[in-house]
């Protein structure tokens, strides 16, 4: 009898066999900073030159987070083709120093629906469509698709939720498949657990961790490296220990201690060779990373020369992680200017009037008032910028803040007291800010409306163009509302200036006054694009103003005094 050759099952499989994949997971709890890890060992093969992109995989069913709320999911982060994103994907490209796409992010919702789209045009020939293989097969196809002509050296992709989740099953499941079709240099799991220390007994438990392994490995995964959030340095003993009932080398148990600043994560990683063992279990050679640039930069954020107070007047301001690129926008920007930024959480809700307003903001040194939707503590946000506008306190305002700082200046400098943008007031006689003509036709909320990166002209003379210095840039934008053409010119003439302006849509996208040392509020969203050791210009100039006039104000009380 002649023996049939053993056929290839895997030749159909669209894994890159030069491409190296880095799965990480999360177990015990939610919230340990997975999207953080993942940036961190993006940067540390970024520092050994290879080629790393960074993908994030959500289980809930919303196609994207565009449609939550801030207090449900905190920012929504805009990549430059209007993708709305998980808050992660800031993570990525701002460690990584890289721009996503949509392909980067990826929700059950946008697999589901590809998937039945797919059953409905008939392409699946009579088949019943079911979770394996075909909602698996898709989460593989997008694991690869990110890769697009094998651009990267290595994948990283997050798997949001927690090991044990019932809604997270089939991404594991398709991890589960994809390592074993790829072969095991190709592909690591690389899990991020909880070490806690129970204050009472003083004592550390690794139990948890290995429960969470233990279901890892129930459903077909051995994770290759532990990533150990915990409160102190573990010792050997629990490193040992840890090792032994995970099933993995005490080597790769690392300790992912609480961290000054997230920036320090890389760098207290690479301490431990987390970089070295990654290379050396995906076969990739070993280099020597270069780490100098982010030294000298988490150097600068620990231990600045000067502080400045800066409020943030929102209506989200209970979960910071609303606000999760203005933070560390400000992260950067202070750095740049050897300046500690402490946010003051100001609710806007609560600036009732003048007094109230004086009261709560009389220490700061610069007020931003952040983007929003509705109209709940608007009343409150307009009071703050009258503060600073009268005051010349340094102010940002973004999206809704410039929409608020025109309806502002509407009403208290050219004397239209109903003037207000049209999401708050349809039928003002003064629609200030009102929707594009094309926004008006729009009914869907999800993706609609105008969104990513758009070019702008700076105008030259202007704070903008100081801020800038170059005439054409381009920023990123998510709102439908814009400034309403038709009372720009009595507002110019009142001591409005327009800082930047998008030609071809006859736009305006950043205002300014002519009276006040800095005042400056945008149309999009500047802090999308800020970066380590690459600051956003308004983000580092609003820094150095505040730090003015903080010394300004210690001036002028020394010599009252
Ligand atoms: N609600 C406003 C609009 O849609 C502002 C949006 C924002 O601040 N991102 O135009």
């Given at each position: 009898m002649i023996l049939k050759?053993?056929?290839?099952?895997?030749?159909?499989?669209?894994?890159?066999?030069?491409t190296k994949y880095i799965f990480v997971t999360g177990g015990v709890i939610s919230g340990l900073g997975k999207g953080i890890a993942c940036a961190s060992i993006g940067y540390l093969l970024k520092s050994r030159g290879f080629k790393v992109t960074i993908q994030k995989f959500d289980?809930?069913?919303?196609?994207?987070?565009?449609?939550?709320?801030p207090f449900q999911h905190g920012e929504v982060f805009v990549l430059e083709d209007g993708s709305e994103t998980d808050l992660d994907l800031g993570h990525y490209e701002r460690f990584i120093d890289e721009n996503m796409n949509s392909r980067n992010s990826n929700t059950s919702g946008k697999i589901y629906y590809e998937v039945i789209n797919r059953e409905r045009r008939g392409d699946y020939l009579g088949a019943t469509v079911q979770v394996i293989p075909h909602i698996t097969d898709e989460i593989k196809r997008r694991i690869t698709a990110v890769n697009v002509n094998s651009a990267y050296d290595v994948v990283i992709c997050e798997i949001g939720g927690t090991v044990g989740d019932i809604e997270s099953q089939p991404f594991l499941e398709a991890i589960r498949q994809f390592r074993f079709e790829s072969g095991r240099s190709n592909c690591i799991n690389v899990h991020l657990t909880l070490v806690p220390y129970i204050e009472t007994s003083g004592e550390i438990k690794t139990k948890p961790t290995q429960h969470s392994v233990m279901r890892l490995r129930e459903i077909g995964i051995q994770p290759d490296i532990l990533l150990c959030r915990s409160k102190f340095h573990l010792d050997e003993s629990i490193h040992k220990k840890i090792a032994l009932f995970c099933n993995v080398m005490p080597e790769v148990v690392i300790d992912a201690i609480d961290a000054?600043?997230?920036?320090?994560i890389p760098l207290i990683f690479d301490q431990q060779r987390l970089g070295d063992q990654i290379t050396d279990l995906l076969n990739l050679p070993r280099r020597k990373p270069d780490l100098k640039d982010l030294e000298e930069f988490v150097q600068a954020i620990k231990n600045p020369r000067d502080e400045v107070n800066i409020a943030i007047c929102g209506k989200y301001t209970q979960l910071h992680d609303a606000y999760k690129s203005i933070i560390e926008s400000f992260n950067h920007a202070g750095a740049e200017n050897n300046t500690r930024v402490n946010i003051v959480w100001i609710e806007s809700e609560d600036l009732t009037n003048d007094s109230e307003t004086v009261n709560k903001l009389k220490n700061v040194d610069g007020i931003l008032v952040p983007g929003g939707f509705g109209e709940r503590g608007v009343k409150g946000k307009i009071n703050a910028i009258k503060l600073a506008r009268e005051n010349g306190i340094p102010f940002l305002g973004i999206c809704l803040g410039l929409q608020c700082a025109v309806v502002e200046f509407a009403r208290n400098v050219c004397g239209w007291k109903d003037a207000d943008s049209t999401e708050f007031n349809e039928n003002t006689q003064h629609p200030v800010i009102d929707l594009m003509e094309e926004q008006k036709r729009v009914f869907n909320k999800g993706g609609t409306m105008r969104l990513g990166a758009y070019a702008a002209e700076v105008v030259p003379g202007t704070l903008a163009y100081e801020i800038y210095k170059n005439k054409q840039i381009s920023e990123r934008h998510r709102h439908r509302y814009e400034v309403n053409n038709t009372y720009l010119a009595e507002m110019v003439k009142a001591g409005l200036v327009v800082g930047a302006v998008n030609k071809e849509l006859n736009l305006v996208e950043m205002i300014e006054l002519k009276n006040h040392p800095w005042f400056v509020a945008c149309q999009f969203h500047p802090e999308m694009k800020s970066r380590i050791n690459k600051a956003h210009p308004i983000f580092r100039e609003f820094v150095r103003a505040a730090r003015k006039y903080h010394n300004q104000k210690a001036e002028n009380a020394r010599s009252q005094s």
């Open positions: 050759k053993p056929k290839n099952i895997w030749k159909n499989m669209k894994t890159d066999k030069t289980p809930y069913i919303n196609i994207d987070p565009g449609t939550m709320s000054e600043t997230i920036y320090e």
